[in-house]
């Protein structure tokens, strides 16, 4: 068993160096005139060559790839795929693999994924322009919860002076299960967004945290001393309450470093997946924080990111009596925006939260668009709610 294992990894080595050496002519994947794709991996000696990716249906994942001349494997998308960033990757005899051709890569969780991007005005505000551009600082914050110190992402906007008199609002947007304070950087093209949206005129100029939400990590892999480990979808005391609990030394940090307005209407908080199952919680357990909540394909149930038998599961205080703590913040309306895809696999999360706001007669925002659990619906997600904070 070992010995076929180990001549797999070696083939496997083996094809891709060659095709990494091969004289590269054109990037890859190419995209046609039309906006179909098409895809090439050489790999002479393989019995099969599939490729899978977010711009394939969720019905028609993973799609065999076609052995062309001198062992290139080929495969064209169906149709013209809509203008957006995709992700992709390859698998040779069942192995998967980056594409050596592509340099441009995004890390989710423990995997690498290729991306391409197909231009138009989905994605306009996704690249730099020729705008004036704010800046992200990787800054570190003690935490007396965790005993150590932790690191998040900063955004400033164009403008910003720590030293000048102007405050700013901030937005605190949380990132989902297997994702860290990097995420919303990469996939989710959040600095993009900002400073193109700020020159438009479309969003008020904020300052945007990401923090660290896996209360078991310090940071993002090798970021920190205890970083090199490999990162897990659901690492040890994930949704536990701790990060909730917890979440008033990130404010206080911002608050005592940064030029901001320390009012309720000044502060919003949001994120996606697991960024979305703490942003409801961390805000209805602090009602007079945020004016503004955003919820993109959010988790309701703390108990999804327990073990399978729940053994020794205890539900913490965060947790309890959340209807009279929707209540108590909705005394003081906030804006609650909801964002889900609706073949997203938590969409009943969604809909239990929404059936729990109605019986209440709590008043929110609902855009639910087509798709899953995926970056193609967060970041317009991000882009939809972002000219609603601080109007």
């Known amino acids: 068993m070992f010995r076929r294992i180990l001549l797999s990894v070696v083939f496997l080595l083996a094809t891709v160096s060659l095709f990494a050496q091969t004289e590269r002519t054109?990037?890859?994947?190419?995209?046609?005139?039309?906006?179909t794709v098409t895809f090439h991996f050489a790999a002479p000696t393989a019995d099969s060559v599939f490729v899978d990716g977010d711009f394939l249906p969720d019905n028609k994942r993973h799609q065999k790839m076609q052995r062309g001349e001198n062992g290139v494997w080929v495969y064209i998308t169906e149709k013209p795929l809509e203008p957006e960033i995709y992700t992709y990757s390859y698998f040779i005899n069942g192995n998967r693999v980056e594409d050596p051709y592509n340099i441009f890569v995004w890390r989710?969780?423990?995997?690498?994924?290729?991306?391409?991007?197909?231009?138009?005005?989905?994605?306009?505000n996704y690249v730099n322009k020729d705008v004036p551009h704010g800046s992200v600082a990787k800054?570190?914050?003690?935490?007396?919860?965790?005993?150590?110190?932790?690191?998040?992402?900063?955004?400033?906007?164009?403008?910003?002076?720590?030293?000048?008199?102007?405050?700013?609002?901030?937005?605190?947007?949380?990132?989902?299960?297997?994702?860290?304070?990097?995420?919303?950087?990469?996939?989710?093209?959040?600095?993009?967004?900002?400073?193109?949206?700020?020159?438009?005129?479309?969003?008020?100029?904020m300052i945007v945290v990401m923090p660290n939400g896996n209360v078991s990590q310090q940071s993002a892999p090798l970021e920190g001393s205890d970083?090199?480990?490999?990162?897990?979808?659901?690492?040890?005391?994930?949704?536990?309450?701790?990060?909730?609990?917890?979440?008033n030394e990130i404010i206080s940090f911002v608050e005592s470093n940064y030029r901001v307005k320390k009012s309720k209407d000044s502060r919003?908080?949001?994120?996606?997946?697991?960024?979305?199952?703490?942003?409801?919680?961390?805000?209805a357990n602090n009602p007079k924080l945020f004016g503004y909540v955003g919820l993109f394909s959010p988790v309701l149930d703390p108990s999804i990111a327990q073990p399978a038998n729940k053994t020794g599961f205890e539900?913490?205080?965060?947790?309890?009596?959340?209807?009279?703590?929707?209540?108590?913040?909705?005394?003081?309306?906030?804006?609650?925006?909801?964002?889900?895809?609706?073949?997203?696999?938590?969409?009943?999360?969604v809909?239990?939260?929404?059936?729990?706001?109605?019986?209440?007669?709590?008043?929110?925002?609902?855009?639910?668009?087509?798709?899953?659990h995926v970056w193609t619906n967060w970041r317009i997600y991000l882009e939809e709610f972002l000219p609603l904070l601080f109007q």
């Open 351 to 372: 809909d239990k939260l929404r059936t729990l706001l109605n019986n209440n007669n709590l008043q929110y925002s609902y855009n639910e668009t087509s798709g899953g």
């Open 268 to 283: 919003a908080i949001g994120g996606l997946s697991m960024g979305g199952f703490h942003s409801i919680y961390i805000s």
């Open 139 to 205: 800054v570190w914050y003690p935490s007396a919860s965790f005993s150590n110190s932790r690191r998040m992402s900063i955004y400033t906007p164009p403008g910003y002076n720590p030293r000048g008199s102007k405050k700013y609002p901030v937005f605190y947007l949380l990132h989902g299960a297997g994702q860290d304070e990097d995420s919303w950087l990469g996939f989710g093209r959040m600095a993009q967004i900002m400073d193109n949206l700020i020159r438009e005129g479309k969003v008020k100029p």
């Open 315 to 349: 539900l913490s205080e965060i947790y309890i009596n959340f209807e009279q703590k929707l209540k108590t913040q909705f005394e003081k309306a906030p804006l609650y925006w909801i964002g889900v895809g609706d073949k997203d696999p938590y969409k009943p999360q």
């Open 26 to 35: 054109q990037p890859e994947p190419t995209i046609n005139q039309d906006n």
């Open 227 to 247: 970083s090199y480990i490999l990162p897990t979808f659901f690492p040890p005391r994930t949704m536990n309450g701790e990060f909730e609990a917890s979440f």
């Open 108 to 124: 989710n969780c423990a995997s690498f994924y290729n991306i391409f991007i197909i231009n138009g005005e989905r994605t306009r």
